[in-house]
C-alpha cells in the first residue's frame, strides 16, 4: 500500500511531528515528559457525531411508529420487512441449524459470562442504628433492550453479552434488536444466541432507528428502562440523545477502539494483530501502539503490514488504520501510560515485561489485558467480563456494562422518635437556610415543639410503636405454597415410623390434660443425656433449636455485648442476636464458604464476642467444618474470652463428625452443640430442639426460658421418637445415598454445585439468574429455596434432598427450566 500523508485536520500541540508509515502514522513524543490531551492528535471531523441526523430519526421513529422503522429499515439496510419481530418458531430453527460446536462454543461463552456477572450482584446493606437506619434496597428494572450491531459482520457474542447480564440481574423482560440483511432475515448465529441467552423478543431493526424504538416504544417494539449494546457512531450518537429517557449502560458503546502498550520483550507479531483485531470492525475505531523502543515501532509496523495484506477484511483494517492509526514513540514506559490514559481507549493491551506492575498506572480505560497471552479478543468472548466497553473517551467516567446497570438501588429509611431528634436540629437549621419553612415545621411537628399542630396529631390518635429490630426476622421466612414437590425446608422426605405414629396416640390420649406438663422435661432430658452419654445437667430441651438459640443470647448476649457468626450461615443466628438486643460481628467465609480459622482466631481476638456461632454442617452452604477448626475456634474463645462456642449441628447426623466428641476436651465448659428433632428424626411439626452443654450453662439459660415453654405432647412425641433410633440412623443413610444420586445428576447439569454434608445441596445455574430459575422452577410444581439475593450466595438457590421420586421431578424440572 502506498504511505500516505497525516490528514490535515489533525493538529499536534507541544513539539511532536508525525511522518509517513505504511499503515500506522507515526508521532514522535519523546521530547515531551508528560504528555497529555493537548499533545496528541484530534480525531477528524469525519469523526464527530452525527448530531442532526440522528436527531431527525429519533423524532421520525417516536411519531412514526412501526411505518416509520420499515422505512427507515428499506434506506439504511435494503430490507423490506413484513413484520418487525422475528417469530419464536424462526429462532427455534436457527437454533437448530448452526453447527454444534458453534452451539457448544455459544454455550460455554454464556456460562462464563453468566457466572462472572452473578458474580457481581450487589448485597442489600444497612447503614445506622436500629433508632436511625438507611436499607439499600435493590431490585431490577422491568424491561432492557439488548443491541447488537450487524451490517458488516455478525455479532452473536453481542447478544450474549448484552442479553444474559439483564438476565442475571433479575429483569423482567429482555428484547434485542439486530440489524437484518437486505433479505429481511437475522443470522442464524445471532439468532441461536439470543435464544441461548433467553432473550424474551428479537426485532429485526437496527441503527439509531432502533435505539429510538425501544427508548420511546412503537406498536411493535415496547419502551425499556435500560439500553445496552455497541454500534457505530449513528448508534451511539442515539444512546447519547435518549439517555434522558432511559438509562444507557456502559458510556456510549461505539466504535472498537484498541491501544497496544509495547516494550522490547512484546512480540512484534502479536502485538500487531491485536491492532488488526479491533480495526477490522470497520471506520470510525482507532487504534494505537505505544512504544519508548523504536525497534519495536519499526518490526510491530511491518509484522503489520504482512497482516493486512493477507486480511479477509481488508479494506476495513485500512479504514481504520487509515483514520485513526497512530505509532507513537514516547521517551518512558510511565509516558507511555500518559498517553494511554489521555486516550482512554476501549480496550488497553499491556504487552511488556511485567504487565501487573502497570496496572496501578491505569486510570482511564474500558478493558485492560496483561501480557502477550491475554489478548482482548479473549474479553470480546468468553473470559466473562463484559465486551461492551465505553468509547470515544467514555472512560474517564464509564465502565463496562455491568448486572448493576440493570439494577436500581432504593433506599429505605426508618427512624424512631429517638433516632429523629438525633438529626432533627441539623435538619431544622439546614431547611431555615434554604427559606424551606415548612420543611423545618415538619420536623418541629414530629418533635413536639409545634404546638397547635401537635394537638392535632394528638387527638387523631397514633399507634404504639415496636421495636425496629422485630423486623430483622421478616426475610427468613420460606414461602409456604401448594406445590406437587416441595423441597425448600429441608424437611425429611418421609414421616415418622408407623409404628411411633401409633404409640404417640395411645401416648397422647394419656395425658393429663388438666395438668400443667413437667416443668424441667426431666423424662426427655434423662433419654436425650442417655443417648449422648452426658448427664442429666447437660441438657436443655426448648421449642426448636431456635428458642435454645434465643435463650442462650438472652442469657449470655444483650445489650452491650457482641455475637460473632460467619456469614454465610444461618440467618437466625443473626435475627436472634439482635432481636435480643445483642450486637453481631460478622466475619467471612473464605472459599468454597470454608471458615479460615486465622481469620476467627483474630476476631475472636480483638472483639471478644460473648458468644461465637458455627453452624455445622451450615446451612445454606452444606458444607461441614472440620473437627480441628471446631477444636481451634474453641480454644480460641477460651483464651480470649469470657463467652460461649455455640456449634449448631442441626444436620449434624448427616456428617461425619460431631462437636459431641469435644466433650473431653478441657475448654468443653464453653462449648455449647445444638440438635434438633425436625430433620433426622422426621418430626419437623414437633418444633423440638436441645443443647448439650456445660451444667452451669443449662442453669443460665433455664433462669431466662418462661416456665412450662415445652407442652406435655412435645415431651412425650421426643420421649418415644428416642426410642426408634436404629431407624433414624438407616433414614439416614437412605438420604446420604440419595444424596449423592442427586449431586450426580446435578453434574450433568449447567450448574455450579457445593459439596454437602447436610441433607441439602447448594448451587447456581450457570446460564439464567437463580430468582428467574426459582421462579421457573416453581412455574412446573417444585418449590425450593431462593437463596440468590443472599449476601455472599449471589444467583444460589438450595434444594433439599428428598425422595428418589420427588428428586427425579426436580431434575426433571430443572433440565426443563435450563433448556
Known sequence: MESRTEPESISLAGGGTPRAAALLTSLDLRAILHPGPGNLPRRPASADPPSGEVAAIIEKVRSGGDSALSELTARFDGAALSSLEV?????????????????????????????????????????????????DVIRPVRRAGAYA???????????????????VAGVDEVVICIPPRPDGTVDDA???????????????????????????????????????????????????????????????????????????????????????????????????????????????????????????RRHEIEGTLEKQGYAVLVASAEAAMEVANAIAPEHLELQVEKPRSYV?????????????????????????????LPTNRSARYASALRVDDFLKHIHVVEATPVGLESIAGTVERLAEAEGLSTHAESIRVRAGRSGPEMERIRASGSPARPRTTLGLVSGYHSPQVKVAVRLNTNESPYPPPEELVKSLAAAVRAIPWNRYPDRSASGLRSRIAAVHGVGDGQVYVANGSNEVIQSLCLAYGGPGREALVFEPTYALHRHISQVTGTDVVSGDRGGDYAVDLGHATALIAERRPAITFLCSPNNPTGNADPLRLTVGVLEAVAYHTEGLLVVDEAYGQFASSSALDLQRHEAAERLVVLRTFSKTWAMAGLRVGYAIAAPRVVSAVTEVTLPYHLDAAQQVAAELALEYGRDMESRVEEIVAERSRLAGALGDLPVRQWASDANFILFRPLGMGGRDLWQALLDRSVLVRDCSSWPGLEGCLRVTVGTPAEDDAFLDALAGALS
Open 149 to 167: 450491531p450487524g451490517g458488516r459482520a455478525r455479532y452473536p457474542s453481542t447478544v450474549l453479552m448484552t442479553v444474559v447480564p439483564a438476565r
Open 87 to 135: 417469530p419464536e418458531e424462526e429462532i427455534g430453527a436457527a437454533l437448530a441449524r448452526i453447527d454444534p460446536d458453534l452451539r457448544r462454543a455459544l454455550e460455554h461463552a454464556r456460562d462464563r459470562i453468566s457466572a462472572y456477572h452473578a458474580h457481581q450482584m450487589p448485597s442489600q446493606a444497612r447503614f445506622g442504628t436500629a433508632d436511625l437506619c438507611v436499607d
Open 360 to 388: 496501578d498506572l491505569v486510570r482511564d480505560a474500558g478493558a485492560v489485558f496483561l501480557g502477550p497471552d491475554a489478548p482482548a479478543t479473549i474479553g470480546d468472548y468468553a473470559v466473562g467480563p463484559n465486551h461492551v
Open 190 to 312: 445471532s439468532l441461536a444466541a439470543a435464544a441461548i441467552a433467553r432473550a424474551d423478543r428479537v426485532f429485526r431493526v437496527g441503527g439509531a432507528q432502533a435505539i429510538a424504538a425501544m427508548a420511546y416504544g412503537t406498536e411493535s417494539i415496547p419502551p425499556v428502562d435500560v439500553i445496552a449494546g455497541p454500534g457505530n457512531r449513528y448508534v451511539a450518537e442515539a444512546e447519547r440523545q435518549v439517555a434522558g429517557v432511559v438509562r444507557v449502560a456502559a458510556g456510549f458503546a461505539g466504535p472498537s477502539e484498541v491501544v497496544v502498550v509495547a516494550d522490547g520483550s512484546a512480540p512484534a507479531a502479536l502485538a500487531a494483530i491485536d491492532l488488526a483485531v479491533q480495526a477490522e470492525h470497520g471506520p470510525d475505531g482507532l487504534a494505537w501502539l505505544i512504544t519508548w523502543n523504536e525497534q519495536v515501532l519499526s518490526e510491530v509496523e511491518e509484522a503489520l503490514a504482512q497482516i493486512v495484506s493477507r486480511a479477509p
